[in-house]
């Protein structure tokens, strides 16, 4: 059976830190690449990062360079997201996905396979 296992999600004030993980099981080796994404109130859904989990090639989005920073454990199939300086506008529910291709990871479309998504508020 196939399922992603999240955590990490919850409230924080502004500039401190919290980390995602994301841990798809069941699926085939073929999807190697995880990607998130968040999606904000009132907002399309849009990328925040992708790992290679093969090779770990990474991709951040411009929004969170700096900020935001993604590995991967590939003895537990797993990958992170640490999020450093949150601020108010990456509030948003954000979601882990599995990718077959990395080339284009920044496309949601990439993506076949998706979580149930975790909540990250950032308020003062």
């Known amino acids: 059976q196939s399922q992603f296992v999240e955590s990490g999600g919850g409230s924080v004030k502004p500039g401190e830190s919290l980390t995602l993980s994301c841990a798809p099981s069941?699926?085939?080796?073929?999807?190697?690449?995880i990607g998130w994404f968040r999606q904000a109130p009132g907002k399309e859904r849009e990328g925040v990062s992708c790992?290679?989990?093969?090779?770990?090639?990474?991709y951040l989005a411009d929004s969170v360079m700096g900020r935001f920073f993604v590995s991967r454990d590939k003895s537990k199939n797993m990958a992170s997201l640490q999020m450093n300086r949150l601020k108010p506008e990456d509030t948003a529910d954000y979601y882990c996905?599995?990718?077959?291709?990395?080339?284009?990871?920044?496309?949601?479309?990439?993506?076949?396979?998706w979580g149930q998504g975790t909540q990250v508020t950032v308020s003062s």
């Open positions: 790992i290679n989990t093969s090779d770990g090639s990474i």
């Open positions: 996905a599995v990718a077959r291709s990395f080339r284009r990871c920044v496309l949601q479309s990439e993506y076949d396979y």
């Open positions: 069941g699926f085939s080796s073929d999807y190697y690449v």
